[in-house]
């Protein structure tokens, strides 16, 4: 287990008997897993590590852990060559041993940093429709230190959408206001492709039932909210241009209104349910390469 690093915030740690530390304000002392979920985005996955290349002189501990799904295009192939090149010394290849879907990916991604010691993950999706810039400068000014949830928003005042139709733009709002009134909590997207989570939240397990696939998302949020995690959301821009998108509007929502009804009847028994199609006692993956300053040649 790799040794933590101090906490600015931490009152655990008695000074007194230290050389006098000067702790900088800021994410100097985070250290953040950057989750990157990619499944059958061989064209977007290079533009999305390549740009990862800003957070190089970014003064918190940034490392990247790219799950492919068991693609069936060249995604791990191009992830490899992509990851190899990009600057940030700290890089992780992992394969999933069988396709989890988008839930089952995260479950192995904050699994992952539990294992690993680290405090905070960031999901940012690898179709490359939004960018790490957007929550950067909320990083910056330690905008995460009191929160269990930093949502990306698509909906929101400040976030712009490029290539979605009214009728999709519509539809999300719409049910953003539905769980926001269910939930008693506002909600600005119940699940874009940029978030910073809490790592410690989830290891008691809480989300482990939650549905595999694409909605996995939408319990998260429920069971975020029903749990008194505090959570807050922060406008991004999204765009959709050469992604295939696998959200299908009218199945989805007729998912969501099943997943409300049974949100409405109980929220316990919604948080204790298994939402799961294929239940699994685990989610295994396989350390396909690791790049790591250590192993750097001198
Ligand atoms: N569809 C799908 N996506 C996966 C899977 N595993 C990881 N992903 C990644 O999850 C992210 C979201 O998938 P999308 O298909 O774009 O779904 P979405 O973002 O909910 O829907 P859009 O709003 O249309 O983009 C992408 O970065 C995928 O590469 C999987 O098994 N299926
Ligand atoms: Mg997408």
Not at 18 to 40: E, Q
Not at 210 to 235: E, I, M
Request: proline share 5%; charged share 20%; glycine share 6%.
């Amino acid at each position: 287990m790799p040794t933590f690093w101090p906490s600015a915030t931490s009152s655990n740690v008695d000074l007194a008997f230290t050389r006098p530390v000067t702790y900088k304000v800021g994410i100097m002392s985070d250290r953040f897993l950057i989750f990157v979920p990619a499944y059958n985005c061989e064209n977007q996955v290079p533009r999305v590590i390549a740009d990862l290349a800003c957070l190089t002189d970014e003064p918190g501990k940034f490392a990247i852990a790219l799950i492919e799904n068991r693609s069936t295009d060249s995604t791990l192939r191009r992830a490899e060559a992509s990851l190899d090149a990009c600057p940030l010394p700290d890089k992780l290849l992992i394969q999933n041993d069988e396709n989890y879907n988008l839930g089952g990916s995260h479950k192995v991604a904050f699994d992952f940093a539990r294992a690993e010691g680290y405090e905070y993950v960031i999901v940012l999706h690898g179709d490359d429709q939004g960018s790490i810039r957007d929550i950067l400068p909320l990083l910056r000014k330690g905008g995460h230190r009191n929160l269990d949830a930093l949502l990306g928003a698509r909906f929101m005042k400040g976030s712009t959408l490029q290539g979605y139709s009214m009728l999709r733009t519509w539809a999300n709002v719409t049910f953003n206001l539905i769980f926001s009134a269910v939930a008693g909590k506002r909600f600005y997207d119940l699940g874009s492709g940029l978030n910073l989570f809490r790592r410690s939240i989830f290891d008691n397990g809480f989300h482990l039932k939650f549905a595999d696939n694409l909605t996995f998302n939408y319990y998260l949020v429920f069971g975020l909210a029903d749990t008194g995690k505090r959570l807050a959301f922060f406008p991004i821009n999204w765009r959709e241009d050469d992604q295939i998108s696998n959200a299908k509007l009218f199945t989805q929502g007729i998912t969501m209104l099943k997943m409300l009804g049974q949100r409405i009847r109980s929220k316990q028994a919604f948080l204790r349910a298994e939402h799961r199609i294929t239940p699994r006692s685990s989610y295994p993956a396989t350390v396909v390469r690791r790049w790591s300053p250590s192993e750097d040649p001198a």
